[in-house]
């Protein structure tokens, strides 16, 4: 009979940066049985287990894109039933650095295609006319209007 408790944390700290932690731990329950629910006893320890993971990726420019890695695991075997009373220990870092390079958008730095430039040229007239330039107009036709009846009646 055995235990088996298990702690998980995944953290998103920024947008590029991501943390994982994950520990398990088991535990040989045979000699206490009876004092499980009495003591609170969780058994002999048998085996560890962590696991650390880090992530971040930068999003310096549109063109270049890295991503650093760091992880390490931990493990701590001690069985039971072996000729003798010892451990294995196991510990594994590794870290990474990748990155991709896209050379479309590196060349667009310097040069742009002309299917580009055109198509993000604004067009220099609009053919459409709001409502606030009509109100306007009528206004200003009204107080033509106005004043040429006024320049009538005075003459």
Known sequence: MGLERRFTVNYKVFDNTQLNYTK????????YRDEVLNQLKVGALTNINETLNYTFSPQWL????????????????????????????????????????????????????????????????????????FDAEDENKKEDEKNLQKDQKVS
């Open 24 to 31: 398990n731990i088991k535990s040989d329950m045979s000699d």
């Open 62 to 133: 549109s063109w270049f894109k890295p991503n650093f890695t760091y992880n390490t695991n931990y493990a701590w075997i001690q069985p039971r039933n072996g000729i003798y009373d010892a451990a294995n220990l196991n510990l594994v870092r590794n870290s990474g650095v990748n990155f991709s390079i896209s050379p479309t958008e590196v060349i667009e730095i310097f040069y742009t295609p002309v299917s580009k430039r055109e198509s993000t040229k604004t067009p220099s007239r609009t053919r459409s006319r709001g409502l606030a330039s």
